[in-house]
Every structure is written in C-alpha cells, then in structure tokens.
C-alpha cells in the first residue's frame, strides 16, 4: 500500500463507484462515499456484503468493512482526503463544475482522478484554479474490484508526479495499470471493444450468425487466448514465437488480412433503425433465458480462478 494514502473519497456509489470502494476497504484504506441517489447507501451495503469473500478474508470483514462514512455533502470531507477516485455521469459540464469543487477543497498534490470511460480530463479541468496538475484518469474495468485494468490517462498538464502517485496506489492494490501517452477519446481498453462490437453487430444484423453463436465464437476462441497473451503476443505466436513472430506473421497473413478489414469497411455496422432493430432482436432471443444473477456469480468466480492461474505463470509475468 502506498505510504502516504490511508483515506481515499469516493464520488459517486454506482456499480463503479461501489467495486472501488469495497476494493480500498479489504486493502486497510478509510473511505468515504456520496452519492445523491436515493437508496444509495443501502445498496453500497449490500453490494458489500456480497463482494467481500471474492476478494477479502471473512475473518476481516468486520474489521476492515466497516472503515466508511457514507456522506451527504462532501465539501467538509474532502480535506481528509489522500486520494480521490470520481464516478459520476459522463457529461462534460457536469464533471467541469465538480473538479472545480474537488481542485478547491482537496489538499494541494492530492491527486484526484476520474474514472471516465471515454471523455478526456482536458475537456472538463478549465476551471480548476489551485492544482490542475493533479487531475487524470484512473479509468477501471468492470468490475472494478476483480478486473486488474487500470487505464491511467493525464492531460497536457498533469505533473509526472501525480502520474507516478496515481500508478503506484494502483499497483498497490494489486492493480495492473497502463500509461496512455496521449489523451484520445475512449482511450484504448473501450476503444478496442468498439472495434470488436462495430464488427459483431455488423455480422448478427446482416444475418451471417446469431448473437448466441457470436458471443461463442469469441469466449471460445480467441477470447481465451487473448485473456493469457493479448493480441500482440498472440500474434507473435501465430507466427512461430520469438521476437521475429510478429513479423512473421504480417508477412504471411498481412495481404490477406487487408482484404478482411476492406471488406469490414465496407459493411461497418451504421447505426440505422432497422439495422439496430434487427440487432436488438437477435440478442433479446439470445439473452432471454440467461439467469443473471447465477451467470455474474459463476463469471465472478471464474474469473478469479483464471486471474489466480495467471499469477502462478511466470513466463506471462510482463502481460499479467
């Protein structure tokens, strides 16, 4: 754990809000919480009390899950803070009103980052007047007290050492955070999946598979593999492994693989009405017999099991 963090503010308690702050508690941390929403508190709760044994001992529960103060108004709090972790609406004028409040009441290098999915610091810090540079992305994946991705991204005048504070509370947690270079809409993990869904709608609207037999295709297929070795490495090794793999691999494949994505171009999914109904359609058939709570708690459980597995490989130390 980071020395000099011991009392993190949560903004926002939803499904983001809430895998954050069951994560800071079962690592020793203080937080506390506000969110406006009715009922707020008492889903936090319950959230909770089921989140705990994933990822905490049930000896600890009592005392280390108690350590939170769920708050109306945070204004007279955030002095307290170390660090804050904001999970609000992704509106650009909502965020510019509350990182001038954050900038204002928060201690001087306290980094305060925001868990946007895709919308830049830069376009909501104009109005911080005491510390901007502290301001950045701390953007997780769901849920974000399993998945390890941390997506930390700065603006233009983010300081390099609230770039560094913010990686190592990460890594503190036993995060895996990454560092984008560059600001860019949707950042990398979000704008990854887009590319993967514009295609997956394209096939299952123009009737080429059904949204059960896509969803197959890739967590039986190259989800698998890209959840041990990524897309590069994976790559690597289609072409024989080593560093020339890579390589190897574009010199063979690269020509036909130009002819695949020109034609994925040409049918990019386009977001018209009937497109989209036809697309609605198919998943609601899909989806309709799923049991959703068994699927999350067997897909919680499953995916602890793989992310154990993945620390005992030592070979996939640098991806892990």
Known sequence: MSNDIRTVVVIGCGVIGMGWAVLFLSQG???IITDPAEGAEARFEQYLQDAWPLIAAPEEFDSLSKNYDFVHDVGPRLKEADFVQENGPERVDWKTELFETLDKHTRKGVVIASSSSGLPSSKFVGRCQTDPSRVL????????HLIPLVEVVPHPGTSQTSIQTALGFYRSLGKKPILLRQEIPGFVSNRLQAAINNEAYSLISRGIVSAEDLDAAVTSGPGLRWALTGPIATNAL???????????????LGSAIRGWEEDMLK???DWNQESLATLQDQAKKSLQDVDWPNMVAERDAVLLKLLNVKS???SMAWIV
């Not at 992305?137 to 974000?144: A, D, K, L, S, T």
């Open 29 to 31: 941390l203080k937080v």
């Open 137 to 144: 992305i701390g953007h997780p994946f769901n849920p974000p």
């Open 238 to 252: 289609g072409g024989g492994g080593g560093p020339e793999g890579f390589g190897n691999r574009i010199e063979r």
């Open 267 to 269: 049918h990019r999914f």
């Open 312 to 314: 005992d490989a030592p």
